[in-house]
């Protein structure tokens, strides 16, 4: 009988070559849309702890800022425990989900940006994909009998309990009857539902969607993660988050959303809507291997970028920058780092990365949807940004992972990762807009 190391290896070997093997037939048939079926961003509007719009985070991730502190005000736990990267916003209603606030916030900006007339779309078709989030738990406090703890002027449990408020939530508020979806599925949910709202565009069910995600602080993971031991510490809070670092100790919470008007091309320049980026391909892919630990062999990674990049009819050499997962853990850099050589070859060498969870935090749900509007915002502006922190880099993370400092370049095309708790692998590939009429002209300069 074999023994179990031999095994293992050749489970291994023989899932690379069905992987490659349906690499192949994809790369023969192609994708199955055609090019009058490509999909565009046409509005951004995100907060996160360092900005309360999107260019105030932009400008601020540029200049490499960290919103990591102390947390405080955090129910059940107790001030000081933890660190992480909180959105202060005031005027917040009465006991409503701070993720359900902040999608507004972002989803009101994207609106705005994207200059969309509600009396001139076809709301019938418009979709509205935004991630889940952690329902209202107080009845637990109400079952408990600690009625103390309750305040009798917030919003009911049972109106925002269900995952999906927010989704629900935000479509109502501008009337949005097309299709309506939200995933779960850990931190790549806002990559998940990204490309949910792309592919109900393509299928011919939507001309425009409203799509993202959001989180807030929740008592319940923050002693989850705590409990797990996965917490970055340091006396100085805005150094504790040190992606690709050999001196890193684990991520820190973050808070934020981001929402995008993502639609048809045809549909956007049909109203004269300005151009971001094409969302140029993407796809999901699955490690059928533990609920939080990650391949070693990073096989699931490698093949989702190579077909990733089929989607975008890209070749490895086209791909400038990628927006990481980088969570700081030495599982997920390792793991992702040799991922990504193995996928790109010698065209890694040219390649930058970075992770903006060093000074973002880690957003959970909400870590997809803000780092591919950051993502956006460099293609954008010809500016990759830092990972901040970084000063002693792990020799396992053998790329150019931009320490410290950000970099101009026009480069065309960026790659966003997302590697999940659960296996849930995800990537959407962006191609810079490059019509100056429709689109956005590279700055000059880009001031600090």
């Not at 293992?8 to 037939?25: D, S």
């Not at 994909?129 to 406090?141: E, T």
């Not at 000063?391 to 396992?396: A, F, L, R, S």
Request: glycine share 10%.
């Amino acid at each position: 009988m074999r023994d179990r190391p031999s095994l293992v290896r050749a489970v291994v070997a023989l899932r690379r070559t069905i992987r490659q093997k349906a690499n192949t037939v994809f790369r023969t048939v192609g994708p199955y849309y055609d090019d009058g079926d490509a999909v565009v961003i046409t509005g951004i509007g995100m907060i996160a702890s360092v900005g309360r719009d999107r260019e105030s985070v932009w400008r601020a991730v540029r200049r490499g800022q960290s919103g990591v502190r102390s947390i405080r005000g955090l129910p059940s736990i107790p001030d000081d425990l933890l660190i992480g990267a909180p959105v202060d916003v005031p005027g917040v209603q009465r006991g409503e989900l701070k993720a359900i606030t902040l999608l507004h916030i972002a989803a009101a900006e994207a609106m705005a940006d994207g200059r969309v007339n509600l009396t001139r779309v076809d709301r019938d078709r418009f979709a509205c994909a935004i991630s889940g989030h952690m329902g209202d738990d107080s009845f637990v406090v109400e079952q408990m009998g600690r009625f103390d703890l309750l305040d009798p002027a917030a919003i009911p449990w049972w109106q925002q309990w269900m995952p999906n408020t927010g989704c629900v939530s935000v479509a109502n508020r501008y009337g949005l009857a097309g299709p309506r979806i939200c995933h779960s599925t850990a931190c790549a949910s806002g990559l998940v539902d990204i490309l949910a709202a792309v592919r109900t565009i393509r299928d011919g069910q939507a001309d425009i969607a409203l799509a993202g995600s959001a989180e807030g602080f929740h008592p319940l993971f923050a002693a989850g993660f705590h409990r797990m031991g996965v917490l970055a510490h340091h006396a100085d809070p805005a150094q504790a988050c040190r992606p690709f670092d050999s001196q890193r100790s684990g991520f820190v919470m973050g808070e934020g959303a981001a929402m995008f008007i993502l639609e048809r091309r045809a549909h956007a320049l049909a109203r004269n809507a300005r151009i971001y980026a094409e969302i140029a391909g993407g796809k999901m892919l699955a490690e059928a291997h533990h609920v939080t630990g990650l391949d070693a062999d990073s096989d699931a990674l490698s093949q989702l970028i190579s077909v990733t990049l089929d989607d975008a009819r890209m070749k490895p050499g086209d791909v400038n920058y990628i927006n990481a997962h980088g969570t700081g853990t030495l599982q997920n850099d390792v793991v992702e780092s040799r991922g990504i050589r193995r996928a790109l070859g010698s065209a890694a060498d040219k390649l930058w990365v970075s992770s903006t969870k060093s000074m973002l935090g880690h957003l959970v749900n909400a870590s997809g949807s803000v780092e591919l509007a950051i993502t956006a915002l460099a293609l954008r502006d010809g500016f990759a940004p830092a990972t901040l922190n970084l000063t002693q880099q792990d020799p396992e993370c053998n790329l150019d992972c931009i320490p410290l400092v950000g970099r101009k370049m026009r480069f065309q095309a960026a790659l966003k990762l997302s590697v999940a708790f659960g296996g849930h692998l995800a990537a959407v590939a962006l191609r810079r807009w490059m019509d100056a009429g429709t689109g956005f002209a590279y700055p000059e300069a880009l001031a600090a």
